[in-house]
């Protein structure tokens, strides 16, 4: 059984930073590439920003520039660092995890960008 854990949402004023942790543990057999995906209140979940095994990474365009994503392989672990947050980036952040045959979501961490 595989769990992802996320953690480092909370509240935050326009401009400031957050990290967003998520973690891979269990049965695992290969991870493909781990990102993350964010849904607003009444809106459909997209996609923020993923890399894959090999390093690759792409982002949604509203975040090109100020979200960097990362990751480390050996602890199956990604990070998304977010910069000059907006109250539009306000969102439950899903940490997603593609292992080729199938994915895995965790539960979700609360972002809020508010003054």
């Known amino acids: 059984q595989v769990q992802v854990v996320e953690s480092g949402g909370g509240l935050v004023q326009p401009g400031g930073s957050l990290r967003l942790s998520c973690a891979a543990s269990g049965s695992l057999f290969t991870i493909y590439a781990m990102g993350w995906y964010r849904q607003a209140p009444g809106k459909q979940r997209k996609l923020v920003a993923r890399i894959t095994s090999g390093g690759s990474t792409n982002y949604a365009d509203s975040v090109k520039g100020r979200f960097t994503v990362s990751g480390d392989n050996a602890k199956n672990t990604v990070y998304l660092q977010m910069n000059s947050l907006k109250p539009d980036d306000t969102a439950v952040y899903y940490c997603?995890?593609?292992?080729?045959?199938?994915?895995?979501w965790g539960q979700g961490t609360q972002v809020t960008v508010s003054s």
């Open positions: 997603n995890v593609d292992l080729g045959v199938g994915v895995i």
